[in-house]
Structures are given as C-alpha cells and as structure tokens.
C-alpha cells in the first residue's frame, strides 16, 4: 500500500480564514462559506462577504456535484508534478446547490471534457492526494 499523499504537489498555506476548506477536503469533503445576511454561497473563503459585506460568515458541507461553466485545457505547466500531468483541466463549476469555485478536474481524457459537463469530486481515498478540493467528470 502505497501513501496517497502526493508530496511534490505545492500545498496551501493554512490559514484561520481558509482552514474549514482544507481540513474538510482532507477528509474528502468540500466545505464553502454562506453569507447569513444575503445567502451568497463565497468562494474562495474570505473574512467578509463579497457581495454584502457582512462578517456572519457559515460554513456548510456541499454535495461536490456541478457542472463545467468554462475551463482551461493547460498544456504548460513551470510546477512538478503538473507539467508531468499535462494536460490538466482548470475548470469554474457551478455547483448543483448554488455557488461556483474553481477547481481541477483530473481526467485522463481531458481532450473530452466540454462546458456543461457534469462534474462531481473525486471520492476518498484518491482525493488525498490532491491538496485542494478537484472534481472529475461524472461518468
Ligand atoms: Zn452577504
């Protein structure tokens, strides 16, 4: 049994604002901020409500099931192991339950993934070696 965890992937800074995010990907699940003044679902995780201002910030588990808005296909990458990785897919997803991040989606068929595909996250155990929440196509 080999360790999942990825070492030569670069891992986030943990942060008090961010940490929600990391830990809860560390345990396969997608954690996001909901603004409760104006409902705004907030990506990236940030002090203050982007849309309203407002300080009362929630975290709350989603589902991790969207679909692709936009993506980049990146052919070039300067970091290890990405540019070993090449083609990856850099995607805005929007998410079923309201919100929109970005995020990878691994794929080892990145020359078919379109806008509009649906898209939900990589399940435990393979998650753990990706250091930010990553999708994959849903098949
Ligand atoms: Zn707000």
Known sequence: M???????YPQPRLTATNAPL?????RGELMLQHCADC???IF???????QCWSTKLEWKRDAGRGKIV???????????PFAAEAPTILAEIALNDGGTLMARVATRAPAAIESGAAVELV???EAAKFPLPTFRPVT
């Open 22 to 26: 990391i830990e809860g990907w560390k």
């Open 123 to 125: 399940p435990m155990p």
């Open 2 to 8: 080999t360790n999942m965890t990825n070492p030569e």
């Open 44 to 50: 990236f995780p940030r002090e203050i409500c982007p």
């Open 70 to 80: 936009s993506f980049a296909r990146v052919h070039k990458h300067v970091t290890p």
């Open 39 to 41: 409902h705004a679902i």
